[in-house]
């Protein structure tokens, strides 16, 4: 039932080319330019013209929600709140006839994010779903909705549930983005033609795994460590440290990289493992000093890389290397080995990867 894998999680993250692949099949043409979610497609009009989107979600399902927002508002130019369904339920929350609302959910089952969509509809506004088990509680409440189709996950930590989301969010933003005319013809041939290719991508990243093994070997004992990430990377952060600290045990904290200086800094010294998203792209030079300042005070770093980024390579104590692709798709890729290395390091401290202690795998109560 493993496939020949010693645990569920170690499985997902490897089956992780085939569900992104299994997610975009009939939604994506390259040859013929073409994106569509058929499950949506009554709503497109609607999508459109929205004021604004709100998405609702907990937990790892939050994080590819805030992937999303940087999707929709880069893409579409629609305003985007990501909101934790259980902050959303208890706030009274302002919302009328003409909002969107979007839930993100793993199982289908999650009770806070159910009873926000519930509130929502309560107040009329249109609601769709991202699920992945199919006939869920959440995908019969909603209007309509897009499935994952990430297949089963078992492990209580969700991995290619995460980047099937990511996927499903990346599809909307770009069907929106056509129907809006918000996205020029050459730049959405170069992210479709990019998202084809994330798969096999994903497999060149997993073949790192043993690089990734001796990384997690020489941080196992840390009891702390910190993400940074900017942009679109953030929630590859928030998302990295989530991972870690479900599993392993080790506290962990993702962060806007120049949010460090107004506070966590005063936590580097040279016990804390930096583990530093620093893609080639926009915010690229930022990062680099963020780096810099990491190293000023004896910080380890651990840095995803684009290939070939010889700068980093000189400042990191350690380096992933990633393939190049789109700034949009970037969350595809630098999340696998931030997954594998938490995954050695649970392993590694002796720690049920599968079924961490205190943690369910849909946690049904409020
Ligand atoms: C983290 C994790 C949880 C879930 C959260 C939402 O690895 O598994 O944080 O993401 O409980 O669950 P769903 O997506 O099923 O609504």
């Not at 770009?174 to 990019?194: M, P, Q, V, Y």
């Not at 910080?299 to 350690?318: F, L, N, P, R, S």
Request: hydrophobic share 40%.
């Amino acid at each position: 039932e493993k496939g020949g894998y010693e645990h569920f999680m170690l499985k997902e993250i490897h089956e992780q080319p085939r569900s992104i692949r299994d997610c975009f099949r009939g939604r994506l043409n390259v040859e013929k330019g073409w994106v569509g979610l058929g499950g949506i497609k009554d709503y497109e009009k609607q999508l459109a013209n929205a004021k604004r989107i709100i998405m609702v979600a907990c937990g790892t399902s939050w994080h590819a929600g805030l992937v999303g927002e940087y999707l929709f508002e880069e893409l579409t130019r629609i305003p985007v709140e990501v909101e934790y369904a259980s902050e959303f339920r208890y706030r009274n929350p302002i919302i009328s006839e003409e909002d969107i609302v979007i839930a993100i959910s793993q199982s289908g089952e999650t009770a806070d994010t159910l009873a926000a969509l519930n509130l929502a509809k309560d107040k009329g506004a249109t609601i769709l779903g991202i699920c992945n088990v199919v006939g869920s509680s959440i995908s019969r409440v909603t209007d309509a909705g897009s499935y994952t189709h990430a297949g089963p996950e078992i492990g209580v930590a969700s991995t290619k549930a995460f980047t099937a989301q990511v996927t499903v969010l990346t599809l909307m933003a770009l069907t929106i983005a056509r129907n809006k005319g918000t996205l020029k013809e050459s730049d959405f041939r170069r992210i479709i033609t990019e998202l084809d290719l994330i798969p096999e991508k994903v497999s060149r990243i997993l073949d790192k795994n043993e690089k990734l093994e001796e990384i997690s070997k020489v941080y196992k004992d840390a009891s702390n460590a910190l993400y940074l990430g900017r942009g679109i990377s953030f929630p590859v952060a928030l998302e990295g440290a989530l991972k870690l600290k479900e599993i392993s045990y080790i506290h962990a904290e993702g962060y806007p990289a120049a949010e460090m200086k107004h506070g966590p800094i005063a936590l580097i010294d040279e016990e804390m493992p930096v583990f530093v998203i620093a893609t080639k792209g926009t915010s690229y030079e930022k990062v680099v000093s963020n780096i810099q300042e990491v190293k000023a005070r004896k910080g380890k770093i651990i840095a995803v890389i684009t290939e070939g980024d010889e700068q980093v390579k000189g400042m990191a104590d350690h380096y992933i290397e990633i393939p190049e692709t789109d700034d949009h798709l970037v969350p595809l890729l630098a999340t696998i080995p931030l997954q594998l290395i938490s995954y050695h390091v649970a392993v590694m401290r002796g720690a049920n990867v599968d079924q961490p202690r205190n943690l369910a795998k849909s946690v049904t109560v409020e």
